[in-house]
């Protein structure tokens, strides 16, 4: 199974940008493949979550669309030191689709939760 990285419609990424900006981030698109947005939290450390539009390839079920979302720890120029969560959504149905929008919001909220819970990080202080 191999994993390709599709580039963002315009539609597709104000749908995935909507609930940031409804929690007062600013999201902002990378390279017209990736929406990224940093999540502060009490002791210094930022975290980003990171979301691409992605094309998973069976040998047996064909190609599957998909939204991938990791929150990672990003060094000098981008680059992923670690992976701390990473989870798949199915494409939204639609530009309007605000159960997607409602998913993607308390999946973040629940990341930033739990790393809040499980390590030396703080509360997340853009997640108030």
């Not at 900006?21 to 002791?43: G, S, T, V």
């Not at 060094?75 to 992976?83: L, P």
């Amino acid at each position: 199974m191999s994993l390709q990285v599709l580039p963002l419609t315009q539609e597709l990424a104000e749908l995935i940008a909507l609930p940031f900006r409804l929690l007062k981030l600013e999201p902002y698109i990378k390279d017209d493949c990736m929406i990224q947005c940093p999540l502060r939290f009490e002791h210094g450390t930022t975290v980003h979550v990171v979301i691409m539009h992605t094309a998973r390839k069976g040998f047996l079920r064909g190609t599957k669309e998909g939204i991938s979302v990791a929150i990672a720890v990003l060094g000098g120029n981008d680059a992923v030191q670690s992976v701390l969560h990473r989870t798949e959504f199915p494409m939204p149905n639609g530009n309007h689709d605000m159960t997607f929008c409602m998913k993607l919001s308390a999946a973040v909220r629940a990341v930033a939760w739990r790393l809040y819970q499980t390590s030396n990080m703080g509360r997340c202080i853009d997640l108030h």
